[in-house]
């Protein structure tokens, strides 16, 4: 059979990875690029959506699934203020191409990628 092995896992709609918990945020002003994280989306309609991430948490919660799929972003989180949209495929953590990955080498690449982001103010 063709195709990559995580692609061949079979997972419910139930199955849901958790990447960063939302809370109410305000982004600063980055002031230096190694501090930012970019995550690349595909989008259903052929699209591509780059997110630059100043801060943590991100919100967005994601299927288990090759490639990993947004379920949603958090209300009010800053994935939502960015305009991330459910069902939406995540290509490239900065300039990593993700797209062919397992869901668990992109959660560790993703939280390898976020851990280097201040926590954003709370209010």
Known sequence: ???????KE???????????GS?????PHPTDDDQLVRLTFRTPDGGIHEVICPTRPLGIDFY?????????PHPGSLAERCGVKAGWSLSHVNDIDV????????HA????????????QRF
């Open 1 to 7: 059979a063709m195709g990559t092995p995580c692609c």
């Open 10 to 20: 079979e997972f419910g709609p139930e199955t849901i990875m958790k990447i960063m």
């Open 23 to 27: 809370e109410s945020t305000v982004i």
């Open 64 to 72: 288990k699934s090759c490639p990993l799929s947004v379920r949603m």
């Open 99 to 106: 797209w062919t990955k397992s869901p668990g080498e992109v």
């Open 109 to 120: 690449l993703l939280l390898a990628a976020v851990e280097q982001l201040e926590a954003a």
